[in-house]
């Protein structure tokens, strides 16, 4: 890699009430970070016991949930049900409109439940689309390793040293890749040209472009540079880990009211209209109420 990426901020995310009774870090669509195109939210979302996300519409976006601990169900309107483990991703593609509602699994050891959540923006000829799911199992993520096996990298989404990510989930084209690195570990990652990329960190302490930076932080890079150099300390006590993510940038505007994400404010109260309605994509919602976000 010729030209490492330099850092534009990097900030902690603050935890905060979200949904019925969870926690999130919000790290992308707060003041400190919009106009990120693709990207529309990252939240690194913890769900207790009796907490979870009911019943609740979505139009004109892609989410992208990777559990971290425990486990999730998720049911829409449609009939679609299903639960994502610990490692594996929903990757989930609203287009016209779902609604559904994301519930903690059954816990068997009382623990949290705990991932990430990204919104990407879909582009304009894809704002009306059909929904649709896809699922990616933790078994299916293949990993690269280098540094001496010292940097392990889950290649959810995209490439890292040679290993190529299973197949496209999103319709907006985003890199994820899971990295944990070893005290003493070095990594230079390649991304796509002029793509918009950010680390967020989950455990740990790693340097970014000469930066330490701790857990819970988010890294922004410049859109130009070849990607990005990494690197942990001897001393650290801990292996440090965080998702690198990266996307194309949508030249197109965004307007967002909550879960209704399309390019203009009459679009905005359409789809507020059209769910408060059961119109226009919303029709299953007519009766419907999900048995998990009772
Ligand atoms: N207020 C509001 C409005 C609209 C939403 F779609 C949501 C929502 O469902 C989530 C927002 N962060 C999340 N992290 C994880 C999971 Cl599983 C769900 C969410 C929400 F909370
Ligand atoms: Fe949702």
């Known amino acids: 890699m010729s030209v490492a990426r330099t850092i534009v901020k990097a900030f902690k995310a603050i935890e905060k009430?979200?949904?019925a009774g969870a926690?999130?870090?919000r790290s992308v669509g707060t003041h400190q970070l919009q106009h990120f195109s693709p990207f529309l939210m990252l939240d690194h979302f913890t769900i207790g016991e009796g907490a979870g996300f009911p019943d609740h519409p979505h139009r004109g976006?892609?989410?992208i949930t990777y559990l971290l601990e425990g486990s999730v169900d998720h049911e829409d309107f449609a009939g679609n049900a299903g639960t994502i483990h610990a490692g594996d991703l929903q990757f989930m593609t609203a287009g016209r409109g779902i609604i559904h509602a994301e519930?903690?699994?059954k816990s068997v050891d009382g623990k949290p439940n705990v991932g990430l959540q990204l919104w990407v923006d879909l582009p304009k000829h894809l704002k009306f689309c059909e929904p649709?799911?896809?699922d990616l199992r933790a078994?299916?993520?293949p990993v690269a390793k280098t540094d001496g096996d010292k940097v392990e990298i889950k290649v959810i989404s995209g490439n890292s040293h040679g290993v190529d990510?299973?197949?496209d989930l999103a319709y907006t084209p985003v890199w994820i890749l899971d990295v944990t690195m070893k005290p003493g570990a070095k990594l230079a990652q390649p991304l796509p040209k002029g793509w918009n990329a950010f680390v967020y960190t989950l455990k740990g302490s790693a340097s970014f472009a000469g930066k330490r930076v701790e857990a819970f932080h988010n890294v922004v890079f410049a859109q130009e540079g070849d990607g990005i150099d990494v690197a942990v300390d001897e001393a650290e006590k801990e292996d440090a880990r965080f998702v690198i993510v990266a996307g194309q940038p949508l030249d197109q505007p965004v307007v967002q009211y909550g879960p209704f994400v399309l390019n203009t404010n009459e679009q905005v109260y359409q789809a507020m209209l059209d769910f408060q309605s059961n119109s226009n994509?919303?029709?299953?919602?007519k009766g419907w109420k999900s048995v998990i976000g009772k």
Do not use: K, W
């Open 281 to 285: 994509g919303f029709e299953r919602a």
């Open 23 to 25: 926690r999130v870090r």
């Open 165 to 167: 990510s299973v197949r």
């Open 103 to 105: 519930m903690p699994g």
């Open 132 to 134: 649709r799911y896809r």
């Open 61 to 63: 976006q892609e989410t």
């Open 139 to 141: 078994s299916e993520i």
């Open 17 to 19: 009430a979200e949904g």
